[in-house]
């Protein structure tokens, strides 16, 4: 009898749910909801029991069908069960949403960060399948990491391993979204490349991208600057430079001490494609370890797209 498992996705705006088959990690059926946090947690979650009710009726199935529900948070996780506070929501800190789900739904409930989630969904279906040790990096507007060490999801003692994003890479520089200064995420993600583009086009508007931002520098894109620097553009190819440096720079310190087999990067940035990967995977070579870079079998996009956090939250009931 085939066997299934409920993914969910809880994101600020919207909730991506689906029933996810067991045997090969295929999504049998899906849809979003509106996640409308301000009316509260108990209401979230009395719909995501519904969603749970509705689609194990749409499908014919009984709850002795599914093995369990996972779901993938933004926000720390401890023992996949509390979430310390929640990044998006105003709900109550230290919130056990695997106990309030299971009092709604009679399943198995296990939970984790969502970048730790779309890590573990990479390894079991995607990008980094059959690969034990994965470190996985979402590079957007900021910079999340997730870790499997082993086969399992690494998430520490108080569930906030991973946060790569906030390791140091100068001292006293740039203010971080976090509050401190000197974060890799202020200079490497989606946000740091805009914010230093920024600083350039103010001083040289002879250049492709500011033709692609019309001159309205609020309009300015990392995507524009990628697009521009494929199109040849010097000073795009210099702020190109810029990223992959620092893409680089933290990575290889995550790489000396995770020591990984595979690093797989989502996230909007990694839609650049070779132009970034290509420079990453050159500078790594300045400031890791040796043997660190002849373990690594490679640095890849990201395979799943939209659907990794439905699967990677499915794979949560698999990793025991």
């Known amino acids: 009898m085939e066997k299934y498992i409920i993914g969910i996705d809880l994101g600020g705006t919207n909730i991506k749910a689906g029933l996810v088959k067991v045997e090969d990690g295929t999504i049998v059926d899906s849809f979003s909801i509106k996640t409308e946090s301000e009316k509260g947690s108990s209401n979230t979650f009395d719909r995501i029991a519904n969603f749970v009710?509705?689609?194990?009726k749409k499908e014919k199935l009984t709850k002795k069908d599914i093995l369990g529900l996972g779901m993938g948070i933004p926000g720390p996780v401890l023992n996949n069960e509390i979430v310390?506070?929640?990044?998006?929501?105003?709900?109550?800190?230290?919130?056990?949403?695997?106990e309030e789900l299971k009092k709604r739904t009679g399943l198995e409930v296990k939970l984790d960060n969502d970048v730790n989630v779309?890590?573990?969904?990479?390894?079991?279906?995607?990008?980094?399948?059959?690969?034990?040790n994965v470190?996985?990096?979402a590079l957007g507007t900021g910079?999340?990491?997730?870790?499997?060490?082993?086969?399992?999801?690494?998430?520490?003692?108080?569930?906030?391993?991973g946060e790569i994003g906030h390791i140091k890479i100068e001292e006293n520089g740039k203010l971080c979204g976090c509050g401190q200064k000197g974060c890799w995420e202020a200079y490497a993600s989606a946000t740091g490349l805009e914010r230093e583009a920024t600083s350039r086009l103010r001083v040289n508007k002879n250049n492709l991208v500011w033709k692609k931002i019309e001159g309205d520098?609020?309009?300015?894109?990392?995507?524009?600057?990628?697009?521009?620097?494929?199109?040849?553009?010097?000073?795009?190819?210099?702020?190109?430079?810029?990223?992959?440096?620092?893409?680089?720079?933290?990575?290889?310190?995550v790489l000396n001490v995770m020591n990984p087999e595979i690093v797989v990067i989502g996230g909007g940035v990694s839609l650049?494609?070779?132009?970034?990967?290509?420079?990453?995977?050159?500078?790594?070579?300045?400031?890791?370890l040796i043997p660190i870079l002849n373990g690594l079998k490679d640095i890849v996009p990201a395979k799943l797209g939209n659907d990794a956090?439905?699967?990677?939250?499915?794979?949560?009931?698999l990793d025991k």
Do not use: C, M
């Not at 310390?84 to 695997?98: C, I, M, Q, R, T």
């Open 53 to 56: 009710d509705d689609i194990i």
């Open 84 to 98: 310390s506070f929640f990044a998006n929501f105003p709900w109550e800190d230290n919130l056990n949403v695997a």
């Open 118 to 132: 779309i890590t573990l969904g990479e390894a079991w279906t995607g990008a980094a399948q059959g690969y034990k």
């Open 135 to 137: 470190l996985g990096i």
């Open 143 to 161: 910079i999340g990491g997730g870790l499997v060490v082993n086969g399992h999801l690494f998430g520490g003692t108080s569930g906030g391993a």
């Open 217 to 253: 520098i609020t309009k300015l894109e990392a995507k524009h600057i990628f697009d521009a620097a494929k199109e040849g553009d010097k000073f795009a190819l210099e702020l190109v430079d810029y990223e992959t440096r620092y893409v680089a720079l933290g990575l290889s310190t």
């Open 272 to 288: 650049a494609g070779d132009i970034l990967f290509d420079g990453i995977k050159e500078k790594i070579k300045e400031n890791t």
């Open 309 to 317: 956090g439905i699967v990677g939250a499915a794979a949560l009931i």
